[in-house]
């Protein structure tokens, strides 16, 4: 699993054998079954997540309790309610198991650790924020501009795999869509 987070970081910055045991050595394992919350809203986030394993969707409830799934996290990805980790306030989110998962978790002394004690763990962290800056501008935009439809041809032709592993319930709710609508897009 170890192996997993190393191959990733090696997609953007070269790690020594050594850099990778310091890397390693602020990490922890945590295995978790489906339904199982790693956040719940209203409680302090302690960890960013890295997913070797499973489907995590990441949740807001808003003041009428109405559930907006934010995003789904899958193999390879980093997860969390980042904005709670970065302010060590409480989460205003929710972070739920969709499949039996298994995550590498950083504390954020252990973040500032790795990014002041080997420069290039702050160049790959930059890199991974950068993008998913970059995922979520496009999301507002293709929120703001496109239709429905477009929306689920944009999320099927990105990430096909999560039409099999999740329910069509929660891909409706993700593109902000009635359950009926998705069937009429998929048709």
Same mark, same amino acid.
């Given at each position: 699993?170890?192996?997993?987070? +190393?191959?990733? *970081?090696?997609? *953007?910055?070269?790690?020594?054998?050594?850099?990778?045991?310091?890397?390693?050595?602020?990490?922890?394992?945590? +295995?978790?079954?489906?339904?199982?919350?790693?956040?719940?809203?209203? /409680?302090?986030?302690?960890?960013?997540?890295?997913?070797?394993?499973?489907?995590?969707?990441?949740?807001? !409830? &808003?003041?009428?309790?109405?559930?907006?799934?934010?995003?789904?996290?899958?193999? /390879?990805?980093?997860?969390?309610?980042?904005?709670?980790?970065?302010?060590?306030?409480?989460?205003?989110?929710?972070?739920?198991?969709?499949?039996? !998962?298994?995550?590498?978790?950083?504390?954020?002394? &252990?973040?500032? +650790?790795?990014?002041?004690?080997?420069?290039?763990?702050?160049?790959?962290?930059?890199?991974?924020? !950068?993008?998913?800056?970059?995922?979520?501008?496009?999301? *507002? *935009?293709?929120?703001? !501009?496109?239709?429905?439809?477009?929306?689920?041809?944009?999320?099927?032709?990105?990430?096909?795999?999560?039409?099999?592993?999740?329910?069509?319930?929660?891909?409706?709710?993700?593109?902000?869509?009635?359950?009926?609508?998705?069937?009429?897009?998929?048709?």
């Amino acid at each position: 699993m170890k192996a997993d987070l +190393k191959e990733h *970081i090696q997609k *953007i910055i070269p790690l020594t054998d050594e850099e990778f045991a310091f890397v390693n050595s602020h990490f922890s394992t945590k +295995k978790f079954k489906k339904h199982q919350f790693l956040i719940q809203e209203g /409680d302090p986030v302690k960890y960013s997540y890295f997913v070797i394993s499973g489907l995590l969707k990441l949740v807001y !409830t &808003d003041s009428s309790a109405k559930q907006h799934i934010v995003s789904f996290a899958m193999e /390879d990805w980093w997860e969390s309610d980042f904005y709670a980790f970065y302010t060590q306030t409480n989460a205003t989110m929710s972070l739920e198991c969709l499949e039996d !998962t298994e995550v590498l978790c950083c504390t954020l002394d &252990d973040y500032k +650790k790795l990014c002041s004690g080997l420069q290039k763990m702050e160049r790959f962290f930059l890199e991974k924020a !950068t993008f998913g800056f970059l995922g979520s501008q496009r999301r *507002i *935009i293709s929120w703001l !501009t496109s239709n429905s439809k477009e929306r689920y041809e944009h999320l099927l032709q990105q990430y096909p795999s999560l039409f099999q592993r999740v329910p069509k319930s929660l891909i409706a709710s993700y593109l902000g869509v009635s359950r009926e609508t998705l069937s009429r897009l998929s048709s």
